[in-house]
């Protein structure tokens, strides 16, 4: 019962902090949209990771990796982000959920065996990707549609990233502690984005954008806190339900920004889902 609140808590939070973060890149832009998720996120994250304690018996190598891990996630936030700014939510999402079939196959090239079932999850999703950037519905726009399209180039670069942090973060986050790997990705935003656009004055303040970038970051934090109490009772069950914030995502783009996918885009969608979930299940037996 705890995987499955746990990782509804995450799909839920994942989804709305999504759909904050598409208005707020729109509004104020996707860097500075990254900054105020940074600034907010690494202002709630840090008391929690120094409550949970400071890893001292860290490796050079725990370091290292916590560094990529950090590094990729707010790289592969920016690119969501620029995605988010130009296309449809739902869009977006379907492509970025496939991080995990990224990473999947990341290990899988570092040796690890992936099984029948993963490599049928992972060709679905693929399938899906597909459907969902290629997809249009009958009231888009030339515009639009190309829009959307570049939208999905750049949310598949964004789920080639996230899926490099997800697999150099798996290791490291057993060892050093949820927590940390979170604050990593925080700090890195804050350092590499967000300073450098305070001390160029480029740094935006309009709102409401600044105060859906500071949402999302928070609520994005909070579910990521809960997908980690989820995981203690069931990390298989907690990561199947937590994949679920695509669907919370697009429903909400449905539903607040009367965002239409093709049928073709909601097969892809659905397809999306499916493939992610089968990896997850064939990783966690």
């Not at 499955?4 to 208005?23: E, H, K, Q």
């Not at 925080?186 to 970038?213: C, E, K, M």
């Not at 809960?226 to 914030?245: D, M, R």
């Amino acid at each position: 019962m705890i995987a499955v609140l746990g990782g509804l808590i995450a799909a839920c939070t994942w989804g709305t902090s999504t759909l904050f973060a598409s208005r707020a890149a729109r509004q104020i832009g996707p860097a500075s949209t990254l900054a105020w998720v940074g600034i907010v996120g690494v202002t709630f994250i840090t008391p929690i990771a120094l409550w949970y304690g400071i890893p001292f018996d860290a490796t050079w190598t725990d370091l290292g990796l916590l560094l990529a891990a950090g590094v990729g996630s707010a790289f592969g936030l920016r690119l969501t982000y620029a995605a988010l700014a130009r296309g449809k939510v739902g869009v977006v999402v379907a492509i970025t959920s496939t991080e995990g079939a990224v990473a999947a196959l990341i290990a899988v090239i570092a040796g690890e065996r992936l099984g029948l079932l993963g490599g049928i999850g992972i060709a679905v999703a693929t399938l899906g990707v597909m459907g969902v950037g290629l997809g249009r519905h009958v009231d888009d726009s030339d515009h639009v549609a190309r829009d959307n399209r570049r939208a999905a180039l750049t949310a598949s670069g964004a789920a080639l990233v996230f899926g490099s942090s997800l697999w150099a973060s798996g290791d490291v986050a057993q060892r050093v502690g949820g927590p940390w790997v979170v604050f990593s990705a925080r700090i890195t935003a804050v350092l590499t984005i967000a300073i450098p656009l305070l001390l160029r004055r480029q740094l935006q303040y309009a709102r409401p954008g600044i105060l859906l970038a500071g949402g999302a970051g928070l609520i994005e934090s909070i579910g990521f806190l809960g997908f980690l109490w989820g995981a203690a009772g069931g990390l298989g069950i907690a990561a199947v339900v937590a994949t679920q914030y695509a669907t919370v995502a697009t429903l909400l783009s449905w539903i607040f920004l009367k965002e239409r996918l093709s049928r073709l885009q909601i097969t892809g969608v659905a397809t999306v889902i499916a493939g992610v979930i089968l990896l997850t299940v064939s990783r966690s037996v």
